[in-house]
């Protein structure tokens, strides 16, 4: 069995690699689409690789109350 990385280990290393993206996104002239865009393609994946590499799955048993809760959360900023 596979021995859990710490959750402090993850912080820092989350620390460094956002320091890092920052400091790349300030010598390049990206919009802030472009930037939420290419973060989101890189974060969805890690998240499908280490999903895989885990033998996990993604699927929910319940999907519904997953958009359920979408849908409140994004209803105020609706309203605004």
Not at 24 to 43: K, L, Q
Request: hydrophobic letters at 50%; aromatic letters at 10%; charged letters at 15%.
């Amino acid at each position: 069995m596979r021995e859990e990385i710490p959750a402090p280990v993850l912080m820092v290393a989350a620390t460094l690699l956002f320091a890092t993206m920052g400091m790349f996104v300030a010598s390049v002239d990206y919009s802030t689409g472009e930037i939420v865009f290419y973060r989101g393609v890189v974060g969805t994946a890690i998240v499908i690789l280490l999903t895989q590499w885990r033998g996990k799955t993604l699927r929910t048993s319940l999907p519904w109350m997953h958009l359920g809760r979408r849908w409140m959360r994004a209803s105020p900023g609706r309203l605004a």
